[in-house]
């Protein structure tokens, strides 16, 4: 079968592809585009492994067809880094050591920027309220919500 | 299995209409990625409705607001006017799942996936919200609790589509809340639930009411005894036990593993005399 021909923006680039209409933007993504930072945890929109950002709302890429993307943006982690410069909270997630296996840790980047582009100086309750769709079976939370703190101030000093 | 994004709600219920399969309207896809995934449906088509036009705007009326099937309930929680008029119904509609689903998830998802646990719906029923249904035969407005009919039932016929959810405008002196029972703090599936809707008078009397119960039935509950219970009152406490005990009599809950008949039966008395304290508060009642 040819498939769905999808014309989108990804990280700022326009993107072509075929893809079945039952096939999810995570696996197009993955299988199709090479660009593999979401990752599949639960698949069923449980765990944020696959979160990515859609016309600017966080959403599950699991719980998205691909076909949906047409005429959308998309921004996943791949887009984060500017460069060889790393995102502040990449940068602080390395310096707090806030991921061990790192299966969640792209999900939880792209939380934390959705989070900190709508609300620059969050609580820590507010951090955690916020990040509790990404789940994290190694670390635990406390590293990754100090980073995301450290991260926030550090952007909003810059 | 075809994917369809019709721009209008002609073709959309056109493309219903004209298919011999199993067909799937689908607005946010958190329930029906997740079924599809699962195998528990496998549609012949899918209907995306995200297109169709108005169908992605809260629009303010002379009536209230029209909320269109498209609407992710992340953006009722961020309109400011709508969370001032019906506080009960945003927090019903932002308890559903995470930041993440928030972002895609729908009220009207939400009520014609027609799970007896559904947070949005209870709220709605006690808002006295209608649903405007597109259809073959043109559109009708029904109340919303004439939607679900059973567990992922509904009594939508074939090519009819939800295409708003209405709620009027308020009085003064009005309020409603939403509050449910879950094992963890947050990010789960109410084991029961109540929304409560109040309108009161200059002295603080109630003048109307409406509460319903979502988790202790096939289908969301409205308690009709608990209108004639509350209006009058004050909400003393002989008023809030009365309500109480009506919730819990009105109830016809499964027992299951998230919780027993007579757990189910008791907290949905608690939570709405919880409730009708929140939506008394929120009313200006002291």
């Known amino acids: 079968m040819a498939g769905l021909a999808v014309s989108t923006t990804i990280n700022g680039d326009s993107v072509e ?63 984060m880094a500017d460069g060889d ?46 990040l509790a769709g990404n789940l994290c079976r190694c670390t635990g939370y406390d590293k990754i919500v100090r980073a995301v703190q450290d991260a926030a101030s550090v952007m909003r000093a810059a | 299995m075809r994917y369809l994004r019709p721009l209008s709600m002609e073709d959309a219920i056109g493309m219903i209409t004209n298919s011999a399969g ?47 099937a498209a609407v ?16 009960g119904v945003v927090e019903a509609a932002n ?5 993440q689903v928030q972002g895609r998830c729908t009220i009207a998802g939400n009520l014609c996936n027609a799970s007896p646990a559904a947070d949005s719906v209870p709220a709605l029923v006690a808002a006295g919200a209608k649903a405007l249904v597109a259809g073959p035969k043109g559109n009708r407005t029904v109340p919303v609790e004439a939607i679900p009919t059973g567990p992922g039932k509904t009594s ?3 090519g009819e589509i939800v295409r708003e959810i209405l709620l009027e405008k308020r009085p003064p002196r009005a309020g409603d809340a939403y509050l449910r029972f879950i094992p963890r703090t947050e990010m789960d599936i109410a084991v029961v639930s109540a929304g409560v809707n109040l309108t009161l ?21 409205l308690v009709e005894e608990a209108a004639g219970i509350l209006v009058g009152s004050r909400l003393d406490d002989a008023t809030l036990e009365k309500l109480a005990k009506a919730c819990s ?13 007579a757990f189910r039966r008791k907290v949905a008395g608690v939570l709405a005399r919880r409730a009708a304290a929140a939506a008394y508060a929120r009313a200006g009642g002291k």
């Open chain 1, 85 to 130: 410069v790393l995102h502040p909270l990449q940068q602080k997630f390395i310096e707090h050591a806030a991921l061990q296996c790192g299966i969640c840790t792209p999900g939880f980047l792209i939380a934390a920027k959705d989070l900190l582009a709508r609300n620059p100086d969050p609580t820590e309750e507010e951090i955690r309220f916020g």
């Open chain 2, 156 to 158: 939508l016929a074939k």
């Open chain 2, 249 to 261: 009599d009105a109830c016809r809950p499964i027992d299951d593993k998230r919780g027993t008949i």
């Open chain 2, 95 to 99: 308890l559903i799942g995470s930041k």
């Open chain 2, 72 to 87: 992710p309930c992340a953006v009722l929680g961020e309109h400011a006017a709508l969370r001032k008029a019906w506080p």
């Open chain 1, 17 to 79: 592809y075929l893809c079945q209409p039952d096939e999810t933007l995570l696996d197009v993504l993955r299988d199709r585009l090479g660009l593999t930072g979401a990752k599949e945890g639960c698949g069923t929109g449980d765990c944020g492994a696959c979160s990515i950002i859609l016309d600017g709302r966080l959403v599950c890429s699991c719980l998205v067809l691909g076909a949906e993307a047409e005429g959308r943006r998309v921004e996943t982690i791949e887009g």
């Open chain 2, 22 to 68: 199993t067909v799937a309207v689908l607005a946010g896809g958190s329930d029906l990625l997740v079924r599809m995934k699962g195998g528990f449906v496998e549609p012949d088509l899918i209907v995306d409705i995200k297109a169709i036009e108005g169908l992605s705007e809260i629009r303010e009326t002379a009536e209230g607001f029209s909320i269109g």
């Open chain 2, 201 to 221: 008078d200059a002295k603080g009397a109630v003048t109307s009411a409406r509460v319903a119960l979502g988790a202790v039935a096939p289908t969301v509950v």
